[in-house]
């Protein structure tokens, strides 16, 4: 049950903080949803750190790391969020958009995951 509340409540702010930044930076006039793209690099970011840091000499034991990788991560960064922006996208004929913002998705999360990971060491 304490694990059930670790992820709730990390999830919870974690939503909270998403939709915060979701609100001043994303806008559908300008095609790219800046917040969300924000929100999940800056989510890759912190979770290669903390769970580096759960792997370095056990810095971290597993209820830190269920608050804050599974629960605040997990509810900061949003993988619907992503598909359904980019599924707008695509049916407005954004293409160049839609490229960008996949294509950036992917790579600049992957690197910031291996960052995160790599300043910890």
């Known amino acids: 049950m304490k694990q059930l509340l670790l992820v709730f409540i990390g999830g919870g702010a974690g939503s909270v903080?998403?939709?915060i930044i979701g609100k001043f930076l994303n806008n559908t006039e300008n095609g790219i949803?800046?917040?969300?793209?924000a929100a999940n690099i800056l989510g890759s970011l912190l979770i290669g750190i903390i769970l580096g840091l759960?792997?370095?000499?056990?810095?971290?034991?597993s209820n830190q790391t269920l608050l804050l990788a599974t629960g605040f991560c997990g509810g900061f960064t949003t993988?619907?969020?992503?598909?359904?922006?980019?599924?707008?996208?695509?049916?407005?004929?954004?293409f160049t958009s839609f490229a960008i913002y996949t294509i950036a998705s992917f790579i600049v999360g992957f690197i910031a995951v291996f960052f995160g990971?790599?300043?910890?060491k």
């Open 17 to 19: 903080l998403r939709f």
């Open 33 to 37: 949803p800046y917040g969300t793209f």
């Open 54 to 61: 759960a792997a370095k000499n056990d810095t971290l034991n």
């Open 117 to 120: 990971m790599f300043m910890v």
């Open 79 to 94: 993988f619907s969020s992503f598909a359904y922006e980019n599924h707008v996208m695509l049916k407005s004929g954004d």
